[in-house]
């Protein structure tokens, strides 16, 4: 295991009720002004946002409302938010949403007390910001594990790039599954992949040798597969839900990656796809990743004969590393076919015409913790997922 040093910003309320029982006490420590972020008003349909602002408006606060976050939140809205927090003297931000809407609230946080463009100030200038407005998180659709994390992913769209940009912790983060049980059953499914993938991609960097934080992601992948099982079997099935709300929580909250080097290939490559074509995040990966991961082979053979034996239950008897590894690999892509996530760009409404080759060309390489890929072979993929 690598040296490492492990403290966590982000305080966690779990479970129903978690916002009515935490969000005064939290509501007290930070000024009247607050911008309240959400995406495009599910959560007023759904009641959320009426419960929110009644303890905000019992807490005191003046509300300013910041919506219209899209999926894949461009780097036009984060300043939209910048200019808003400035213009409202926002004292405290309540991001309320899944990833996209928690991601936005991150750069927005730092781009409205820095006096430059965050763009070029992370992608230029190489620096990071150091002041934030301080925020909160109530997430209502789960999977990107965002609310645990300071990065976030955001589309540039004049530059064509979907790239990550880091922004502020939050100071704490709300997860109620009740919440979650609004969301469309695909979205659910989508965003419970992209937990697996989170595990996936965390487990395939370095070291090659197994380690504690091997051992619980292996746990946590077992997880997210049998309930995704199980809430495709009962959508309503709370328990189960609960479950798939932690884990994604549980593979961003720095816990899987500790004594470890991430390997996130497939999700840099997903993500210029999405610069392209806007396609959803999750699904774009389950595309991607068994097309990506034969690429893997035989680097990653010992890693993934060990999910096969570990995490998918094959039987390694008579079986050697090769044979385990490739057996992991039917598995992985048998397993997205039956929850009913898109198996090929056709299924995943990816445009024929789309420039496979500018989004090779402009794919951030992570560097090879597992493989090393060139812009060629990511090129190759690509054309190997039509």
């Known amino acids: ?35 309240l972020a959400y995406g495009g008003g599910s959560i007023k349909r759904n009641g959320v946002y009426t419960q929110l602002t009644q303890l905000l408006e019992a807490a005191g606060k003046t509300i300013v ?39 936005c609230c ?43 994390n300071n990065g976030a992913v955001i589309t540039h769209e004049a530059k064509k790039s979907k790239s990550p940009l880091t922004g502020s912790y939050y100071r704490f983060a709300i997860l109620d599954p009740a919440y979650t049980l609004t969301m469309p059953l ?3 499914i989508s965003g419970a992949f992209d937990s697996l993938s989170h595990c996936m991609e965390t487990y395939l960097g370095n070291p090659r040798t197994v380690n504690l934080s091997d051992e619980i992601n292996e746990a946590c992948q077992r997880n997210i597969i049998r309930n995704i ?11 189960a839900r609960s479950e798939l709300v932690w884990a994604a929580a549980m593979a961003e909250n720095g816990i899987l990656k500790i004594g470890k080097q991430g390997d996130f290939q497939c999700h840099m490559l997903e993500h210029q796809l999405g610069a392209y074509t806007n396609c959803n995040h999750g699904r774009g990966l389950a595309v991607l990743h068994p097309v990506l991961y034969r690429h893997y082979l ?30 992991f690999l039917e598995k992985l892509a048998a397993f997205i076919k039956e929850i009913g996530l898109p198996t090929n760009f056709r299924e995943l409404g990816i445009p024929a015409n789309t420039d496979l080759k500018a989004v090779a ?26």
Do not use: H
């Not at 099982?229 to 328990?239: A, M, S, V």
């Open 106 to 148: 991150k750069i927005v946080s730092a781009q409205a007390l820095l006096d430059e463009d965050i763009w070029d100030y992370e992608y230029s200038k190489k620096q990071v910001p150091s002041q934030f407005i301080p925020m909160g998180a109530v997430v209502t659709a789960f999977g990107t594990g965002a609310e645990m």
């Open 298 to 327: 035989p680097s990653a053979a010992a890693q993934f004969a060990r999910l096969a034996t570990n995490v998918w239950q094959i039987p390694a008897e008579g079986k050697n590393q090769e044979a385990l590894a490739e057996a």
């Open 186 to 188: 695909e979205q659910v």
């Open 65 to 103: 409302d910041f919506s219209g976050i899209m999926s894949n939140p461009t780097y036009e809205k984060v300043q939209e938010g910048a200019r808003l927090a400035r213009e409202k003297k926002i004292d405290f931000i309540l991001a309320v949403g899944g990833g996209s809407v928690i991601d």
């Open 1 to 35: 295991m690598n040296p490492f040093t492990y403290a966590y910003p982000v305080k966690t309320y779990f479970g129903k009720g978690a916002a009515a029982q935490s969000l005064p006490g939290e509501l007290a420590k930070v000024g009247p002004n607050v911008l």
């Open 229 to 239: 099982r199980q809430t495709l079997k009962d959508p309503q099935d709370i328990e």
């Open 361 to 386: 060309d402009t794919t951030i390489l992570t560097g090879g913790c597992c493989k090393a890929f060139s812009r060629e072979e990511l090129l190759q993929v690509l054309e190997e997922c039509k």
